[in-house]
Structure formats: structure tokens, C-alpha cells
């Protein structure tokens, strides 16, 4: 099997698990490959001689096209080529002026001979039948995952996918198969099955431990000042509680216990570095509450304990720069500090929180509000516990006063009304506005200097501006996160667990998160490192940051890890794989059952009778030598998982003639191509029963309203609109703060979910390129200045909105700032974006040996710049085609924002359209050039749908049938629907 994935020649894998070459028929439908040729050497090659190829030939290629490489074999490749050719002949474009020019009857007489020769090989069949497609990095992990039930991402070693000339990486043409690959499928495989198949004998090991916090929780605190270093605040011993549990389950296990007692080398007293053996006997030296990351939060504390818990304040991102106040981490990150976590396998956080019942804290120059007639109550001596009586119930704004004059420099004021805590710096006296119940409430104020004379607390009236921003505050609710890695000197190194969830409740509630160990970073130390912080990871909870308005703080109360996470013992992992059977254990029938039953899975349809007499013959091999039943089927179920039957996606033909995909190999395209994984068991089940092409329309509604589809639309528009681009221009942080990694990685998902969003709800394609709604989150509403638009968290919604310089992908920052150098923006590469991926009319590649513009021209006008460059040999045929799509597009700067300056947008497109701004070339993409639009999006997803480059003929097919969903306005779930219809999906 090696020898023949290493071997690079072309080949299928037949149901019998043997290589069947692939055979390459050639028709020529009707008119013989000598007589086009003859035709060509008679009529076609004399002209090219005397009239193109002085111009066009390999050491002179003006505009970048050869045409001593034409032949007339008419190949499918050249015969975009061939219509360029003809068309410039006919128009009378080429020869140039200044040469010499055939006469009116060699000109006929070429076009005839080149019309005849294109009608010819476009009648020709494609070239292919059947086809086998390796599967891409990302979908053979997403198998392996779902068909495993393994969390766990452990295809880290595979090599990225090459990249086709389409932008995809499906594309057979492009997906070679390197022997490192092999290798690493041959490791892979060993490892996923090594951590799926246990010891059922064996009790596992469990480790399970929960953190209790809240102001003087721990009765009996460790009596050492704990040791944890740079730009770390520890909590107080006393504020935090480390309990090892021993949890119920329904089978025998072995609780793990941390190590407690430790001896040390060198460590750290705050920032000093403390070196001289030191021994240690404490929980606390294994496991320790922090909060680590940039001081100085902006408003009130970041962090603050109080009898209840931990109350968090949103963690501001840093900047993701290093040497700044962010570097040590996010402004507030609250961690769970620990020397031991299990090695492998699922874990499971649970979190014990609330949405805290918060005030707003006023800004600095915030004045008192307050009506003639409001209900004003005065407290003084407010430093020792004083009781007041709200009799009417309402929001209510604190002032504090002092009692001379108020403090030149602000004051750090802790305010407490029963058992609700307030803290932040006190600018002037309107301190707070919170909600109040009637009826007796206890008040303290204490400041760190001069003592509070009075506070006084003054009813606003619900229609004031302070109340109604109380109320959008109050009405906010915290987004817990929980995140996973280890510490460094310099910060930390955390992924998040899971998604963020929401927080709505005052009450505390749990919240579940889960994931695999193995896909977080971990620490590479060696064993007994003698350091006092080496090797330490770390669990973080924090309330996550999205726009910087003001949000109700999270209070935590607990935090309770479980790993391994076993439901089961063995677990679901190995059951799959040792199903349940009426056969004895260690059978050889059993053995037999347990390899069909996977190998049936992993092939995506039944074994043939030679697959399945092959797998077992290995099975019985292996038991036959060893002896051990599970090491057999181990090592046998390695040879499923390296087989070409599980890596490659094969559509096997009979004949030499197009043929209608089997239900199997349906069920398996269409899988790969709307989830990137594998078919579920219903799409496998209507295979079964040949029900799949009857249900063929159900079964697409249903795939793209699944979760999966978005497996889907993150590799295909992220590939289509070239996404990658984005992930790795750098921008300049000092011209653009604001595009900080928290922002760019929104950003970076919204053309994903915006085109997703068209799909599921069948939107008309003119969406695409203008509409007059957008698809965000708060982050990247706030980043477009349209924060108050949205409440979601990190959730895309649909807003509307009345700006025309927002609305489809043309104007979305994530695409624009990739195609710039983060400094400034670059109408060539947004014009050559836009021809390739929006209108498909890419332009040639650039040719080779193009001089570079004179430096001293950076203050030239960008129009003067992109003349000049044009005017230069072999640049002027690609730049009509790309600078006038680009020009409108200089109205946005390099960080994708409009530009409010004026910038001149007009441009004269290639059709010779006149447009005046970044509005009219969207008007005029989404009237005049829909159909273009649409067949460019056919296209691209098409060549995705079935993972190749499409021939000329298939091409044409989609230009002239798209027409057909025009009077229903391109609908894109129908564009989609009428590729999965169309022969080119269904026909191997």
C-alpha cells in the first residue's frame, strides 16, 4: 500500500482494494485530430507566423500571451485563448495599427478555420471518467473526528494542502501525495486508535478538583506568602479554597491526587528572583488563584473579591505586541495556576457564576442628575454601617461628598449597599447609578484617605438619559469564556475552550465547558525542573471583552475540573470500535464483525467480499503472532485507516463513458462537499436503500441548515475571496490601533458568515455585491462606528443600515485591509481581486523582468503612479483589465474603513462604463454585471463542489444555463441547488 500512494502515477482504487490505472479516451466528435491539424498548418499557423508572433512568442510575450505554443490538437486548456485570439482578429484589434495587416480574405479564411476547430473540440466529451481525490487536511481531520468520536486534533503533522490556481485546496490537480504525508497517516493512524482502544480491565485514572472563591472562604489559608512573579496579583490564600473531589460514577476508577510536596531551586518573591533550595508541603504550592495581565483598567477595578465569589470585570485584549502594558496579558485575566494536568483526553470545566447586580459607574466629568421634586436621601457618616429606607423602588444615582471640598486627585472609593460591592476611582461626587428595592438597606462608603461626609442617593426619573442608560446597561449581560494553555515569562499562551456563553441570570448557575487536552498548548519541560514556575498550566475564566461598552460584571463562585472525562467505562471512543455482539469475546467472528462494522464506516460504503477477506486475513496474521486479540484488531483497523479506500474519494467508472454517480459516491460528494466530513448515518441510509437521488432536494435544505454547512462556508468563501490574505498582512499598529488580533480575528469571520447567511435564507446574488443590510457582531459593528446597532456578544446578526458605502463583501474590512500592505491600500491588488474572484475575468499572470517604479515617486497622485507603471513594456494589456475595478476602491483606506477625506472613486471600467464612486460600481456590479456576478460564483463554487478545475465545457454550460435563474433573481440557495443538480456534480 505504501509503495502505491508513493508511487505518483495516476490511479483509482477499485472496491476490491486493487489500483485500476486510469484510462484517457479522446474523442474528437466528428471531425478527425489529422484534420485539425491539417486545417491549422494550411490556414492557422501562416497567419500566426507573419502576422502575431513577432509579439507573442517565448522571449517576447507582450501583455504576457504566447501563441508559439498553439497547435492543432485545439486542447481544452488553450481554447480560452483561442476565442481571445479570434475576437481580436475580428474587431480588427491585432495586428496593431503600425503593422503590417492581413488581407479581408486571409482574415476570413483564419477566423472559418478557428470557428470550425473550437465547434469541434467543444463537441468532444470530457476527458475524464471517474476520478480519486485525496482528502484535504481539514476533512480528513473532520473524518477521522466524527468517525472516531476523538476530540482530540491530532493531524497537527500533515502538510499544509497546495493551493490551485483557482484558490482552492481541493483541487485534485494540486493535491499530490508526498511520502512525508504517507508517514504521518501511518502515525496518525496509530496514535488516534492508541487513545481511542483502552485496557477495559484497567481502572482509569481521573483527576477532579474544584476552586471555591469568595472574601475569607478559606477558614484555614496557607500561612506562606505564595511565590508566582512578574505582573502577577495573587489572590489572598483566604479568598480561595482548592478542594480534590472524589465524584460518583457508575463504574470503578482511581482518583488521581496532585502532588503537594515540592523542592525548588530558584523561583520568585513578587519580581525578584529567589535562588537556594527552598522546600515546600502545600495544595497551595500546586494550585493557585491569579490574576495576571496590564494594569490601570479604565473604569472601576478589573478584579475584586467579596463574600460571594470573584466579580471580573470584561478582559480588554492587548494588542498582541510585546514590550507594552498588554504583553503580560489581557486587562483583567483571572487563571487557575496548576503543575498537573491529565496528559490526554477529554475534560470538562464547570463553572458556578452569575451576571452580578451591578451599577453603572460614571464617567470622569459626569455632573448630578437630578429634577426639582426628585426623592433625595442624605446618609452621613457613611464610613461606619448606616441604614437608610428606600420607600419607593426605582434607579437611583449615588453622590458622595466630603466635607470640605472634594479631593483634587480622584479617590479609589468602595461603596457597599447590603451585599452589593461598587469600587472604582472617584472623580467627582456622581459616583454610581443602580437599581434599588424599597425597603431598608445597609450603607458603607470608605475611600483609602479622607473619610465621606455624606452620601446621598437621588431617584431619577425613568425617562432621564442617566435611567435609560442604567436600563441598556442592566439589560447587558456578561459573556463567560473559558481558555486553556500554559504560562511564560512573558504572559501566557492560552485557546479558548468551547464557545463563549452568556450570563443572563443574578442567579448562580453552572456553565459547562468542554474539549481534549491535546488541543491546547502545553508545557515542554523537562522532568524535575528544578524552577519554581516552570512547566505551570493554566485554566482561565474571564468575562469576555467585545466593544468597550459598559456591561455588567461576572461573578464567579467556583470552578470544578474533571479529566479524563469518562461517562462510561470503557468509553464511547472504544466502544465504537468493540461494538456489542452475540458473537464470543475474542472470536474470530467477533474479530471479523468488529472490522466489517468500522471498515464499512470509515469506507463510506459496504466492503466488497476481497476487502473484507483481505482486512481479515491481516486480523488473523497479527492474532496468529502475538496472540493478543485487541493488539490484532489494533494494527488491522491501522490498515483501514491507511488505506486508499478511507483517504481518497473515489467515483469509480465502468465504462469509458460518463456515468450517474452510484448512491454511495453521491451520499460521500455531497457530504464532502456542504460538511467537509464524512456522511451521516441518514445520508448513508437513503445510499442504502437507494432513496438518495429522491430525496435529493430535502437532503440539501437540510445540510445547509445544519451546523456542519459552516465546516463548509469557512473553507469555501475563506478560500474564494482569498481570506488568507488577511491572516497575514501586517498592519501598522500606530496608523491603525484599532485593528488589534481581538478585532481582526472578527473581522475575519464576517464575509463567512455574511455569504452563509445568503445561502440559508436564499437571498437574492445582488446581495452579494450591495446591500442594504450588514452581518456582524459587536466587535465588528463597533469597528465599521455602528456599535450601538447591535447586541449580540460574539453572535453574527442582520442589522440594517442607511450607510451606501457599507454592505456586501466589496466593502468589508477583512477583505480590504489583506489586499493592502497594511499601510496603505493598493488599488492594483483590490482591481485583480475583484476581476478574479467577483467577475471572473481574471487577468494574465504579470510577465517576468517588469522594472519596479523610481522610489522618488511615492508623492506622485496614485492615478499618475499607475500610468506610469502601465506605460512600461508588457503592462498595459493586464492593467486595463485590473486598475479601473480598483480605483473605485481606493475610497477605503488600508484598514478597510471609508474614507470620510475626499478620494476620488471615478473610474472608467474595461467596457468603457463610467463610474463615479465605490456606490456606482456596486450598482453597476449588482444591475449591468449580475449575470457576469452570477456566473463567477457558479464557478468558484462549483470547481469547489467537485473539488478539480472545470473543462471548457463545463464552463460554457454555466454561462449559458445560469441565464435560467435570472427571472428569480440568482437566488443563492437555487445557484447552489442547480450546481448539485447539474451533470457536472452528478456525472463521473
Same mark, same amino acid.
Given at each position: 500500500?505504501?509503495?502505491?500512494?508513493n508511487c505518483g502515477t495516476s490511479?483509482v482504487?477499485g472496491?476490491?482494494?486493487?489500483?485500476i490505472?486510469?484510462?484517457?479516451?479522446?474523442?474528437?466528435?466528428?471531425?478527425?485530430?489529422?484534420?485539425?491539424?491539417?486545417?491549422f498548418?494550411?490556414?492557422?499557423?501562416p497567419?500566426?507566423?507573419?502576422y502575431c508572433?513577432?509579439c507573442h512568442n517565448d522571449e517576447?510575450?507582450e501583455?504576457?500571451?504566447?501563441?508559439?505554443?498553439?497547435?492543432g490538437?485545439?486542447?481544452q486548456?488553450?481554447?480560452?485563448l483561442?476565442?481571445?485570439?479570434?475576437?481580436?482578429i475580428?474587431n480588427?484589434k491585432?495586428p496593431?495599427e503600425?503593422?503590417?495587416?492581413?488581407?479581408?480574405?486571409?482574415?476570413?479564411?483564419v477566423?472559418?478555420?478557428?470557428?470550425?476547430a473550437?465547434?469541434?473540440?467543444?463537441?468532444?466529451?470530457?476527458e475524464?471518467?471517474?476520478?480519486v481525490?485525496?482528502?484535504?487536511?481539514?476533512?480528513?481531520?473532520?473524518t477521522?473526528r466524527?468517525l472516531?468520536?476523538?476530540?482530540?486534533?491530532i493531524?497537527?503533522?500533515?502538510?499544509?494542502?497546495?493551493?490551485?490556481?483557482d484558490g482552492f485546496?481541493?483541487?485534485?490537480q494540486?493535491?499530490l501525495l508526498?511520502?512525508?504525508?504517507?508517514?504521518?497517516y501511518?502515525s496518525?493512524?496509530?496514535?488516534?486508535?492508541?487513545?481511542?482502544i483502552v485496557d477495559?480491565d484497567?481502572k482509569?485514572?481521573?483527576?477532579?478538583?474544584?476552586?471555591?472563591l469568595?472574601k475569607?472562604?478559606?477558614?484555614d489559608p496557607?500561612?506562606?506568602?505564595l511565590?508566582l512573579?512578574?505582573?502577577s496579583?495573587l489572590?489572598e490564600?483566604?479568598?480561595?479554597?482548592?478542594i480534590?473531589?472524589n465524584?460518583?460514577?457508575p463504574?470503578?476508577?482511581?482518583p488521581?491526587?496532585?502532588?503537594?510536596?515540592?523542592?525548588?531551586?530558584e523561583?520568585y518573591?513578587?519580581?525578584?528572583?529567589?535562588?537556594?533550595w527552598?522546600?515546600?508541603?502545600s495544595? *497551595?504550592?500546586a494550585v @493557585?488563584a491569579?490574576? #495576571?495581565?496590564?494594569d %490601570?483598567?479604565?473604569?472601576?477595578? =478589573?478584579?475584586e473579591?467579596?463574600?460571594?465569589?470573584?466579580?471580573?470585570r470584561?478582559?480588554?485584549p492587548?494588542q498582541g505586541?510585546f514590550g507594552?502594558d498588554?504583553?503580560?496579558?489581557?486587562?483583567?485575566n483571572?487563571k487557575v495556576?496548576?503543575?498537573e494536568?491529565?496528559?490526554?483526553?477529554?475534560?470538562?470545566?464547570t463553572?458556578?457564576a452569575?451576571?452580578?447586580?451591578?451599577g453603572?459607574?460614571?464617567?470622569?466629568?459626569?455632573?448630578?442628575?437630578?429634577?426639582?421634586?426628585?426623592?433625595?436621601?442624605t446618609?452621613?457618616?457613611p464610613?461606619i454601617?448606616?441604614?437608610?429606607?428606600?420607600?419607593?423602588p426605582?434607579?437611583?444615582?449615588?453622590e458622595?461628598?466630603?466635607?470640605?471640598?472634594?479631593p483634587?486627585?480622584?479617590?479609589h472609593?468602595?461603596?457597599t449597599?447590603?451585599d452589593?460591592w461598587?469600587?472604582?476611582?472617584l *472623580?467627582?461626587?456622581? @459616583?454610581?447609578?443602580? #437599581?434599588?428595592?424599597? %425597603?431598608?438597606?445597609?450603607?458603607? =462608603?470608605?475611600t483609602?484617605?479622607?473619610?465621606p461626609?455624606?452620601v446621598v442617593?437621588?431617584?431619577?426619573?425613568?425617562?432621564s438619559e442617566?435611567?435609560?442608560?442604567f436600563t441598556?446597561?442592566?439589560?447587558r449581560?456578561p459573556?463567560?469564556?473559558?481558555?486553556?494553555?500554559?504560562r511564560?515569562?512573558?504572559?501566557?499562551?492560552?485557546?479558548?475552550?468551547g464557545?463563549?456563553q452568556?450570563v443572563t441570570s443574578?442567579?448562580?448557575?453552572?456553565?459547562?465547558f468542554e474539549?481534549?487536552i491535546?488541543?491546547?498548548?502545553?508545557p515542554?519541560?523537562?522532568k524535575?525542573?528544578?524552577?519554581y514556575?516552570a512547566?505551570?498550566?493554566?485554566i482561565s475564566v474571564?468575562s469576555?471583552?467585545?466593544?468597550g461598552r459598559?456591561?455588567p460584571?461576572?461573578?464567579i463562585?467556583?470552578i470544578?475540573f474533571?479529566g479524563?472525562l469518562?461517562?462510561?467505562w470503557?468509553?464511547?471512543?472504544?466502544?465504537?470500535?468493540?461494538?456489542?455482539?452475540?458473537?464470543?469475546t475474542?472470536? =474470530?467472528e467477533?474479530a471479523d464483525?468488529?472490522?466489517r462494522?468500522f471498515?464499512t464506516?470509515a469506507?463510506?460504503r459496504?466492503?466488497?467480499?476481497?476487502e473484507k477477506?483481505?482486512?481479515?486475513?491481516?486480523?488473523?496474521k497479527?492474532?496468529n503472532t502475538t496472540?493478543?486479540?485487541?493488539?490484532?484488531?489494533?494494527?488491522?483497523l491501522?490498515a483501514?485507516?491507511t488505506s486508499?479506500?478511507?483517504?481518497f474519494?473515489?467515483e469509480?467508472?465502468e465504462?469509458?463513458?460518463?456515468?450517474?454517480?452510484?448512491?454511495w459516491?453521491l451520499?460521500?460528494?455531497?457530504?464532502y462537499?456542504?460538511?467537509?466530513t464524512a456522511?451521516d448515518?441518514?445520508?448513508?441510509g437513503?445510499?442504502?436503500?437507494?432513496?438518495?437521488?429522491?430525496q435529493?432536494d430535502a437532503q440539501?435544505?437540510?445540510?445547509?441548515s445544519d451546523r456542519q454547512?459552516?465546516q463548509?462556508?469557512?473553507?469555501?468563501?475563506?478560500q474564494w475571496?482569498?481570506?488568507s490574505?488577511?491572516?497575514v498582512?501586517?498592519i501598522?499598529?500606530?496608523?491603525f490601533?484599532?485593528?488589534?488580533?481581538?478585532?481582526?480575528s472578527q473581522l475575519r469571520?464576517?464575509?463567512?458568515?455574511?455569504?452563509q447567511h445568503?445561502?440559508?435564507a436564499?437571498?437574492?446574488?445582488?446581495?452579494l455585491?450591495?446591500?442594504d443590510?450588514a452581518?456582524?457582531?459587536e466587535?465588528v459593528a463597533?469597528y465599521?462606528g455602528?456599535?450601538?446597532?447591535?447586541?449580540?456578544?460574539?453572535?453574527f446578526?442582520?442589522?440594517?443600515?442607511?450607510?451606501?458605502n457599507?454592505?456586501?463583501?466589496l466593502?468589508?474590512a477583512?477583505?480590504?485591509?489583506?489586499?493592502?500592505?497594511?499601510r496603505?491600500?493598493n488599488p492594483?491588488?483590490?482591481?485583480?481581486w475583484?476581476?478574479?474572484?467577483?467577475?471572473?475575468?481574471?487577468?494574465a499572470?504579470?510577465?517576468?523582468?517588469?522594472?519596479?517604479?523610481?522610489e522618488?515617486?511615492?508623492?506622485?497622485?496614485?492615478?499618475?503612479?499607475?500610468k506610469?507603471h502601465?506605460d512600461?513594456?508588457?503592462?498595459?494589456?493586464c492593467h486595463i483589465?485590473i486598475?479601473?475595478?480598483?480605483l473605485p476602491?481606493?475610497?477605503?483606506?488600508?484598514g478597510?474603513?471609508?474614507?470620510h477625506?475626499?478620494?476620488?472613486?471615478?473610474?472608467?471600467?474595461?467596457?468603457g462604463?463610467?463610474?463615479?464612486d465605490m456606490v456606482?460600481?456596486?450598482s453597476?456590479?449588482?444591475?449591468d454585471?449580475?449575470?457576469?456576478?452570477?456566473?463567477?460564483f457558479?464557478k468558484?463554487v462549483a470547481?469547489?463542489a467537485?473539488?478539480?478545475?472545470?473543462?471548457?465545457?463545463?464552463?460554457e454550460?454555466?454561462?449559458?444555463?445560469?441565464?435560467?435563474?435570472?427571472?428569480?433573481?440568482?437566488?443563492?440557495l437555487d445557484?447552489?441547488r442547480?450546481v448539485?443538480?447539474s451533470?457536472?456534480?452528478l456525472m463521473?
Open positions: 500500500m505504501r509503495s502505491l500512494l490511479f482504487i472496491w476490491s482494494g486493487q489500483a490505472p486510469v484510462a484517457i479516451f479522446l474523442f474528437t466528435g466528428g471531425i478527425s485530430v489529422a484534420a485539425s491539424r491539417d486545417s498548418e494550411q490556414e492557422v499557423r497567419f500566426l507566423q507573419n508572433l513577432k517576447v510575450a501583455s504576457g500571451i504566447r501563441l508559439d505554443q498553439l497547435n490538437t485545439f486542447e486548456q488553450r481554447l480560452r483561442w476565442e481571445g485570439l479570434r475576437k481580436q475580428t480588427r491585432m496593431p503600425d503593422a503590417s495587416q492581413p488581407t479581408t480574405s486571409e482574415r476570413d479564411s477566423l472559418t478555420a478557428i470557428d470550425e473550437i465547434r469541434h473540440a467543444r463537441s468532444r466529451p470530457d475524464f471518467n471517474g476520478s481525490r485525496r482528502l484535504t487536511v481539514i476533512q480528513y481531520q473532520n477521522l466524527d472516531l468520536r476523538l476530540r482530540e486534533n493531524t497537527a503533522s500533515l502538510p499544509a494542502d497546495a493551493v490551485s490556481k485546496t481541493n483541487n485534485v494540486s493535491m508526498s511520502p512525508l504525508q504517507v508517514e504521518s501511518l496518525i493512524a496509530r496514535n488516534a486508535l492508541n487513545l481511542c477495559e484497567k482509569p485514572v481521573i483527576q477532579t478538583f474544584r476552586m471555591d469568595g475569607g472562604i478559606n477558614s496557607y500561612p506562606d506568602q511565590i512573579g512578574a505582573n496579583s489572590l490564600n483566604s479568598d480561595f479554597e482548592v480534590e473531589l465524584p460518583l460514577k463504574f470503578p476508577f482511581e488521581f491526587q496532585m502532588q503537594t510536596r515540592f523542592r525548588f531551586i523561583g518573591q513578587g519580581n525578584d528572583t529567589v535562588r537556594g527552598r522546600d515546600y508541603d495544595i *497551595y504550592h @493557585f491569579c490574576v #495576571r495581565g496590564a %490601570g483598567y479604565p473604569k472601576g477595578k =478589573a478584579w473579591t467579596i463574600p460571594s465569589g470573584l466579580l471580573l470584561p478582559s480588554i492587548g505586541l507594552v498588554s504583553t503580560y496579558g489581557p486587562k483583567a483571572f495556576s496548576l503543575r494536568l491529565p496528559a490526554h483526553g477529554n475534560f470538562r470545566v463553572v458556578t452569575a451576571k452580578y447586580n451591578d453603572l459607574l460614571l464617567d470622569a466629568g459626569e455632573t448630578s442628575h437630578s429634577e426639582p421634586g426628585a426623592d433625595r436621601l446618609i452621613s457618616e464610613e454601617n448606616r441604614s437608610v429606607n428606600i420607600k419607593r426605582g434607579i437611583y444615582q449615588a458622595i461628598f466630603f466635607r470640605d471640598t472634594q483634587l486627585e480622584p479617590v472609593l468602595n461603596l449597599i447590603d452589593r461598587f469600587s472604582g476611582l *472623580y467627582q461626587p456622581a @459616583f454610581v447609578v443602580l #437599581r434599588l428595592p424599597a %425597603g431598608v438597606i445597609d450603607i458603607i =462608603a470608605q483609602d484617605g479622607r473619610s461626609s455624606q442617593l437621588t431617584k431619577l426619573a425613568d425617562h442617566l435611567a435609560q442608560r441598556a446597561f442592566e439589560h449581560s459573556r463567560m469564556g473559558v481558555h486553556v494553555g500554559l511564560r515569562d512573558c504572559g501566557s499562551t492560552l485557546a479558548p475552550a464557545v463563549a452568556t443574578t442567579e448562580l448557575s453552572e456553565f459547562v474539549d481534549a491535546n488541543n491546547f498548548p502545553s515542554e519541560v523537562e524535575d525542573n528544578v524552577n514556575l512547566g505551570l498550566r493554566e474571564r469576555e471583552y467585545t466593544d459598559d456591561i460584571r461576572l461573578l463562585r467556583s470544578h474533571e479524563p469518562f461517562e462510561t470503557p468509553p464511547e471512543h472504544h466502544r465504537r470500535i468493540f461494538i456489542n455482539s452475540d458473537h464470543p475474542e472470536s =474470530a467477533y464483525e468488529i472490522i462494522s471498515a464506516k469506507f463510506r459496504p466492503l466488497t467480499a476481497d477477506a483481505s482486512f481479515y486475513d491481516i486480523w488473523q497479527f492474532f496472540g493478543s486479540f485487541t493488539h490484532s484488531v489494533r494494527n488491522t491501522g483501514v485507516l486508499p479506500q478511507f483517504l474519494l473515489v469509480r467508472s465504462t469509458p463513458d460518463p456515468e450517474p454517480l452510484d448512491e459516491e451520499a460521500s460528494k455531497l457530504s462537499f456542504l460538511w467537509n456522511p448515518e441518514q445520508l448513508l437513503l445510499a442504502a436503500t437507494n432513496q438518495l437521488y429522491e435529493l440539501i435544505d437540510r445540510m445547509v454547512f459552516s463548509c462556508m469557512e473553507q469555501f468563501v475563506s475571496l482569498d481570506l490574505r488577511f491572516d498582512v501586517e501598522d499598529h500606530l496608523q490601533p484599532e485593528l488589534t488580533p481581538h478585532v481582526r469571520k464576517e464575509p463567512v458568515n455574511f455569504v445568503l445561502i440559508r436564499n437571498l437574492p446574488l445582488r446581495n455585491v450591495r446591500s443590510f452581518l456582524a457582531n466587535v463597533a465599521y455602528l456599535g450601538d446597532s447591535v447586541e449580540s456578544g460574539f453572535d446578526v442582520v442589522f440594517e443600515h442607511d450607510d451606501s457599507l454592505g456586501g463583501v466593502t468589508q477583512g477583505i480590504l485591509a489583506g489586499l493592502s500592505n497594511g496603505e491600500s492594483v491588488k483590490r482591481g485583480a475583484l476581476a478574479r474572484r467577483i467577475i471572473a475575468e481574471p487577468p499572470d504579470p510577465p517576468p523582468n517588469v522594472p519596479a517604479l523610481p522618488d515617486q511615492s508623492q506622485m497622485p496614485l492615478r499618475e503612479k499607475l506610469r502601465r512600461q513594456e508588457g503592462c498595459v494589456g483589465k486598475d479601473p475595478w480598483g476602491l481606493e475610497q477605503y483606506d488600508a478597510g474603513l471609508f474614507r477625506d475626499i478620494v476620488d472613486g471615478q473610474s472608467t471600467l474595461p467596457d462604463t463610467t463610474v463615479v456606482g460600481l456596486k453597476y456590479l449588482a444591475v454585471r449580475i449575470d457576469q456576478v452570477a456566473f463567477s457558479l468558484h470547481g469547489y467537485v473539488g478539480r478545475s472545470l473543462t471548457y465545457n463545463e464552463i454550460f454555466l454561462r449559458k444555463h445560469a441565464l435560467e435563474l435570472k427571472p428569480q433573481e440568482y437566488r443563492m445557484m447552489l442547480f448539485i443538480r451533470d457536472l456534480f463521473k
